[in-house]
């Protein structure tokens, strides 16, 4: 029995007119979008203003409770926290972009192939990414962690890795979805390759999928990254990051229980933000999804 | 029945052996000489080339391959440099903290999924409903150690119920062991249970349009019985599916958590090992915790064959 191929929702959508009317009118995007935006924004301002030096140690400010001078309280370094949680979004930001970029690139390539060659190449691309699901982003780092040391470069590597066979099992449903349709056998019909197709019909097709899938594992990766900087795998000192900043906090929860409370809500409406912006989205390009919801 | 068994069968063997051969390659290979490795960069030639001899690097990759599949297979792992005992024991040890909190995280999980999922299904765009995919939506952003943090924060430090970590073995009773579970469960359950309960909230409100459902309410079947006899099994499928992959995730998360909690599990011997560059136990885990993951996903695979026959007819 065959399965009836399910239409993909195209990125062609952005360009609808009045797609942004709606997508400012819809509360999953517009929440998102604003978080995701203050996310960035946190990360951009840290490079031209911080309240205080995150680096610079000032011993008798440690442990101070927030005030009009310390926004957030310090830590206990007497570093400022806010200016701390600033500087770590940059870490954040920096760690899904590059380990989601390896995935989105490497998946989408690995599927886009396996949906256009079909055969032993599908087979062979699809085990392969059965064995690398084995290694959930956690365990490739520890593995990359005990051979090369702890480093955010390692830790950006094993979440990339994790992220390829996602992108490249998604990619492949989405493609052969297209891939057996009627206009991709028109065009074939005309004479044009399979890398020609996949150029100009499978890959803009499936780009929506993509776009949405994409914001989903930014949040996941943001997640991992401060799992791995809590552990000591990711982030080094003196770089800031969130998570690492969580490490040290619970060594103090009894003086100052709020260093444990900051750095967390700042993963926690990053990840948020990214997780309804890619609701939203998914909502907003494929209509027949958010009837469904 | 048998020859999907056999098929699925088959495809977990060679994820298993591809599996062995990544964790081999990463952590025989890669490093170069693990005797340099293990004895560091000051280390007298001398005294790493006798290590190497000692620890068989001084044979071909593939027969050092062999010997540690069939030590694996026959239950022989070797020793730890570090503990300078047998690596299989110091797993066991740890596995008798690990599995039972992946467990008793998975039962949270999907004890609370189920719940919040069809209470929302059955509310479906009513305040109710809006509420509690609002709390998943939460629940899904907070890091699990965060949580875990939280719960120490308030159960331990503020209200003093529970101790802030620490795990004093089953020798006190079963009670006393699930106690000091009892939190790092619980954190390792939030994150996923919100998951879960959105698949299932979607799972339940596609199978309540179908017609059987109708029927059923049709002949007077209370909505309670309807809902949890007749609506859940029947949306179990892409549940079950998403359970396989939490396991996953939560096996991982123990490596976390176990950490914010001092527990003396499967993922702190990792990172001792690791700290020690003791390679032996780092591999024999990692390959230990990659094995449980795709033992899982088969699991789940001849599962959906027993929650829904017409798969495995289609897969043969």
Known sequence: ?293 | MSLFLLKRLLTLIATLIGTSVIVFLVLEILPGNAAQMLMGPDAAPDAVAALAVKLGLDQPAWTRYWHWVAGMLSGNLGDSYTYSSPVLDLILERLALTVPLALLAMAFTTVLALLVGVTAASRHNKLGDVGLMGLTQLGMAIPNFWFAILLILIFSVELQWFSAGGFDGWGDGILAGLKALLLPALALAVVQAAILARITRSAVLEVMREDFVRTARAKGVSQRAVLWRHVLRNAMIPVVTVMGMQFSELLAGTIVVENVFYLPGLGRLIFQAISNRDLIVVRNCVMLLAAMVVIVNFVVDVLYAVIDPRIKASDI
Not at chain 1, 86 to 114: H, K, N, P
Not at chain 1, 116 to 140: K, N, Y
Not at chain 1, 158 to 186: H, K, L, Q
Not at chain 1, 253 to 271: K, S, Y
């Open chain 1, 1 to 293: 029995m065959s399965a009836v191929p399910a239409a993909v929702p195209s990125a062609v959508a952005f360009k609808v007119p009045g797609f942004w009317r709606r997508a400012m009118h819809h509360p999953s995007f517009a929440i998102g979008a604003v978080l995701t935006l203050l996310l960035l924004a946190a990360a951009l301002l840290s490079y031209v203003w911080t309240p205080w030096s995150p680096y610079e140690m000032d011993l008798p400010s440690k442990l101070q409770g927030p005030s009009a001078a310390h926004w957030l309280g310090t830590d206990s370094f007497g570093r400022d926290v806010a200016s701390l949680l600033l500087v770590g979004a940059r870490a954040s930001i920096l760690v899904g972009v590059i380990a989601v970029g390896i995935g989105l690139t490497v998946g989408t390539a690995l599927g886009l192939l396996a949906a256009a060659r079909r055969g032993w190449v599908e087979e062979a691309i699809m085990r392969l990414s059965d064995f690398t699901m084995a290694f959930p982003a956690i365990l490739s780092a520890i593995m990359l962690t005990a051979v090369f040391g702890a480093g955010i470069v390692n830790a950006i590597i094993a979440i990339g890795i994790y992220n390829i066979p996602t992108f490249a099992r998604i990619t492949r449903a989405s493609a052969n979805a297209v891939w057996s349709r009627e206009y991709v056998a028109a065009a074939r019909a005309c004479g044009k390759g399979s890398l020609a197709i996949t150029m100009q019909h499978v890959l803009p097709n499936i780009s929506a999928v993509l776009i949405v899938q994409t914001t989903i594992r930014f949040a996941i990766a943001i997640l991992a990254e401060a799992a791995l900087s809590y552990l000591g795998l990711g982030t080094q000192p003196p770089q800031p990051s969130w998570g690492r900043m969580l490490a040290e906090a619970q060594t103090l929860m009894f003086q100052a229980p709020l260093l444990a409370v900051f750095p967390g809500l700042a993963i926690a409406l990053a990840v948020l933000g990214l997780n309804l912006l890619g609701d939203g989205l998914r909502d907003l390009l494929d209509p027949r999804l958010a009837r469904a919801r």
